[in-house]
């Protein structure tokens, strides 16, 4: 019955390659999101989609493309992998609602992680 | 940058209540107070949130100033699996960015 599930937990792969996480959520809900946890443990947000459309673009290098096939799946896509691309990276989901006629984004629930390492 | 200011780290003994505090002092009138905390690198998890009045469910407390400038997660009988990252988060309603902060690092001790 898990929530949001991400594969795989942990991916290990040499600078220069391309690489995919898979996220998926079984909560019906309409918003899913990428964030980044960094060796710091700063976590920042990378993207968000809204019924498979762009909603937040951070300050992300063009190497990372999410693809959100589905309105339950947000996979993130990296190519030419860096040493700096190694992080621990959680998937989240939401659902937008509509209060007074303004949009209106709820609680956000995370998946368990992917911790990437670039050699 | 995160719009709240926590204490790094706070320890509390097994059994009692932990409080932890957040200031929020330039918060606005759409934006609202959520808590998540982080076990050992697992996904944040959601705990509470609130916009003005005091919030309860069943893993924790929300207690908002009236001013609205702070608020206090109160954890009524810590346990150990209560050891975490508690990260307070103030979010518009109409946006769904969340900015964390660097959160207190909760120590539960037997």
């Known amino acids: 019955d898990t929530a949001v599930s991400q594969t795989p937990k942990y991916l290990v792969t040499q600078m220069g390659n391309d690489k995919s996480i898979k996220c998926e959520q079984n909560l019906g809900h309409d918003t899913m999101y990428w964030y980044k946890q960094d060796s710091k443990k700063f976590l920042k947000i990378m993207f968000s989609?809204?019924?498979?459309?762009?909603?937040i673009n951070e300050t992300v290098p063009n190497r990372f493309s999410p693809k959100s096939p589905d309105k339950a799946h947000l996979n993130l896509h990296i190519n030419s992998l860096e040493l700096g691309d190694s992080a621990v990276y959680f998937c989240a989901s939401s659902s937008r609602t509509t209060s007074g006629g303004a949009p209106r984004a709820d609680t956000q629930y995370f998946g368990p992680g992917t911790r990437l390492t670039v050699l | 940058d995160a719009k709240t200011t926590q204490p790094p780290s706070m320890d509390c003994a097994e059994g009692r209540a932990a409080n932890l505090p957040c200031n929020h002092s330039?918060?606005?009138?759409?934006?609202?107070v959520y808590w998540y905390r982080q076990i050992h690198s697992q996904g944040p998890q959601y705990i509470i949130h609130?916009?003005?009045n005091n919030e309860t469910n069943e893993m924790a407390s929300l207690i908002i100033t009236e001013d609205r400038k702070s608020s206090t997660l109160i954890l009524p009988h810590a346990t150990l699996r209560d050891t975490a990252v508690y990260y307070c988060?103030?979010?518009?309603?109409?946006?769904?960015?969340?900015?964390f902060g660097t959160g207190t690092r909760l120590q539960v001790f037997p």
């Open positions: 609130g916009l003005k």
């Open positions: 330039t918060i606005s009138g759409n934006e609202y």
């Open positions: 988060i103030v979010r518009p309603y109409n946006t769904d960015k969340l900015i």
């Open positions: 989609y809204n019924n498979k459309e762009l909603i």
